[in-house]
C-alpha cells in the first residue's frame, strides 16, 4: 500500500507564492498534483513521469513547478504568482502513466492540503 501525506498549503494574497510537498512511501510510472474546488471536478495540476517528463495544466504553465526529490521520497510544487482562482484542496497522486501519451491515471492520493488565495 503506498501512503501519501502533503503539507504546505495555507493561505497567502495575491501575487504570492506557496510550495506544497507530499512524502510518498512508494511510487509507480507518474506522481502529480490535483486541485479541486468543492462541487466541480478534480483536476489535473502537474505531473511528473519516471523518466522525468513534465506536464502542466494550461492554467498554472510558468507560474508552477513540479520537482522530485527521490533521496527524501518528496513530491514538490513550488507555486509563485498565485491568483485567487487557485483557491482548492490540493492533492498529491501516484499511479500509472506512460510519458509519451501524457497519460497518468492515479491509484494512491493523499488526504490534501487546502490552498487559498485571497485578491
Known amino acids: 500500500q503506498v501512503q501519501l501525506q502533503e503539507s504546505g498549503g495555507g493561505s497567502v494574497q495575491a501575487g504570492g507564492s506557496l510550495r506544497l510537498s507530499c512524502v510518498v512511501s512508494?511510487?509507480?510510472?507518474?506522481m502529480g498534483w490535483f486541485r479541486q474546488v468543492s462541487g466541480k471536478e478534480r483536476e489535473k495540476v502537474a505531473i511528473?513521469?519516471?523518466?522525468?517528463?513534465?506536464y502542466y495544466a494550461d492554467s498554472v504553465k510558468g507560474r508552477f513547478t513540479i520537482s522530485q526529490d527521490n533521496a527524501k521520497n518528496t513530491l514538490n510544487l513550488q507555486m509563485n504568482a498565485l491568483k485567487p482562482e487557485d483557491t482548492a484542496m490540493y492533492y498529491c497522486a501516484t499511479g500509472s502513466g506512460v510519458s509519451a501519451y501524457n497519460l497518468c491515471v492515479p491509484q494512491y492520493w493523499g488526504q490534501g492540503t487546502q490552498v487559498t488565495v485571497s485578491s
Open positions: 511528473i513521469y519516471n523518466d522525468g517528463t513534465t
Open positions: 512508494g511510487r509507480y510510472g507518474c
